[in-house]
């Protein structure tokens, strides 16, 4: 099986790609192909992977196209699994003189991915849906992510249904939490607590929402204990976020700490892990936060479900409800012993049903259906 992604993913699909690839190492080779020495190639790189940098001099260099073809057919590969918009547009463009299977793995809706970027959503949607179309088979990383495949047109029996897994062999992080958030100008009080969230800022990731929850937890905790909301990442939505915070008066609790390279550390210093998108596939950071015994709360979209059980192993509410959000977050962080116990019991959840072990196996599984097929 031959990989290809644009080598400069830092999202979901990194996280994915080499956690797949750790782990199916063990049992084929996996190379990779990537068209840019991004986040994720010099991560391949430094982790032992066989990648291959087929550099393009811009997105729409198509002197790549021809240098894929051969590479491929030189290699004998029997199955080529794209990750991405750039991945599919230049394996669909190959299609003709590659001879094999083509799959790609959906991360996230596609219609969505350059919401509030006119330019680019008219542009790189195009071509993305248009390649889409040029696959043989699709790895949806959630069962509503199946059914919104199937909703726009494509054939259910060339969709497999894949959960992302994380790594429960992984070192915990070993990072200084403290010192992270210390550093990036957060005051830390005696007994206070730490509400997160990680993504890019983005009107899809609903970050506004956590913003105006977290006025209204606030208000109803009133002096109880010290409460901080942090947001992480980078994005176009960043400046305005800001203004809503001052908006509410908050400014002095809502702290944005940028682009975090150690999201683990980050997590660990967490008492809540918020996701507040509008949606979603099966996102990473509920799983990571799940590895740390982290309790989460969450919108209710994707594949979330199967993981988060309201009350259960966490929270979930409906996407942009800040009032559910806010009490769902009162409610957490008025009983840390609850707090403990869900932490605990999503831990043993994700363990069971979404490891890296399990995500390598079925796509094992998934490649022998294709090529039996």
Known sequence: MLHVISGGDSGGAKTHLLTL???LRREVEVPVVCFMAGDFYREALASGLDCVLLRQRARFDLSVVPRFVRLVRSGGYQVVH?????????TALAKPWLGVPLCTT??????????????KKFVFTTLNA???????????VSGSFRDMLVSRGFPVERIFVI????????????????AL????????????????????LHPVKGQD???????????ALGGEEPVRFLVAGDGPELPRLKALARGLGIADRVHFLGHLEDVDTFLAGLDVN???????????????AARLRKVSVSTAVGGIPELIRHGETGFLFAPGDSAALAAALVEALRDRGRLDRLGEAVYRRAREHFSAEAMARRHLEIYETILAR
């Open 82 to 90: 794209a990750h991405g918009g750039r991945a599919n547009f230049v």
């Open 106 to 119: 959906v991360h996230s809706d596609y219609r969505l991915d350059w919401e509030g970027q006119p330019y």
């Open 181 to 200: 958030v210390a550093g990036r100008g957060v005051p830390l009080e005696p007994g206070g607590r730490l509400v997160g969230t990680v993504g890019r």
């Open 209 to 219: 929402v956590f913003i105006r929850a977290a006025r209204q937890v606030l208000d």
């Open 274 to 288: 918020v996701v507040s998108s509008y949606t979603e596939s099966f996102p990473y950071v509920i799983l990571e």
């Open 21 to 23: 690839l750790g782990r």
């Open 130 to 140: 248009a390649a889409l179309r040029a696959m043989d088979y699709f790895l949806a």
């Open 163 to 178: 959960y992302n897994g994380v790594d429960f062999e992984r070192q915990m992080p070993a990072g200084d939490w403290q």
